[in-house]
């Protein structure tokens, strides 16, 4: 079955630091790829995502680019803020017997300090 | 942008009794919607997925007796955990989306449910 591996927080990075977080995934056929962050007390949200490969998804400076060759989707990002400091999932979208499939990783926890 | 609201946020149990969970988009038609579990630092597990107007297709291994799950209309859809057990403590989860296989997934903000 279809599954994500995301590398296991937290991650503590000054600001203005660089920030991967890598996501490889296990998937058949051509998944969508997201990630979505979780706030501190406030629900999920998407942050970005990419439906094929070689695409890169972009949002408020994060970036994330579909290997399809490395079966790869990892997260970065030039230069992190304090208000960054939330839980970054890695997810799939697959079409599994006629109906929509999303699985996610485990969630990293990001913390930036001043 | 569009809303899930999910209600309880929180809920705290007798063994044996059950509890709704309640999972409702705001601003826009929901064709589908997934109900997930996560246990404390584990991913967030696909339940099952519920079509409006048509029965869940549950995940192997949940047992559809015990989470029961109607997407009455294109607005909500809940989950009751029947006959809950303190195994059954868990963080739950909804997300929906509108028709189309790329439309956005929204969720709602989770319910941690903890069974005495």
């Known amino acids: 079955g279809d599954s994500v591996t995301q590398m296991e927080g937290p991650v503590t990075l000054s600001e203005e630091a660089f920030l991967t977080i890598n996501c490889t995934y296990t998937a058949t056929g051509y998944p969508s790829l997201f990630w979505y962050v979780q706030y501190p007390g406030e629900g999920l949200q998407l942050l970005l995502k990419?439906?094929?490969?070689?695409d890169k998804g972009s949002n408020k400076g994060f970036e994330a680019t579909y290997r399809k060759e490395t079966t790869s989707f990892h997260l970065e990002k030039g230069s992190v803020q304090v208000s960054d400091s939330a839980v970054y999932f890695c997810?799939?979208?697959?079409?599994?017997?006629?109906?929509?499939?999303?699985?996610f990783g485990i969630g990293t926890k990001l913390q930036v300090i001043p | 942008g569009a809303v899930v609201s999910q209600h309880p946020s929180w809920v705290i149990c007798k063994s044996g009794t059950s509890v709704k969970i309640e999972c409702r988009s705001l601003d826009f038609q929901a064709t589908t919607m997934f109900w997930y579990r996560q246990f404390p630092k584990q991913s967030l597990m696909l339940m099952a997925t519920?079509?409006?107007?048509?029965?869940?297709?549950?995940e192997q291994g949940v047992e559809k007796d015990k989470f029961l799950i109607n997407h009455a209309s294109l607005t909500l859809s809940t989950l009751t955990v029947t006959s809950a057990h303190p195994e059954d403590s868990s963080f739950y989860i909804c997300s929906a989306t509108a028709t189309g296989p790329n439309e956005k997934l929204f969720f709602g903000s989770g319910t941690q449910l903890s069974v005495l």
């Open positions: 519920s079509n409006e107007g048509s029965k869940a297709t549950y």
């Open positions: 990419a439906t094929k490969a070689d």
């Open positions: 997810a799939l979208r697959s079409l599994s017997g006629g109906y929509q499939k999303v699985t």
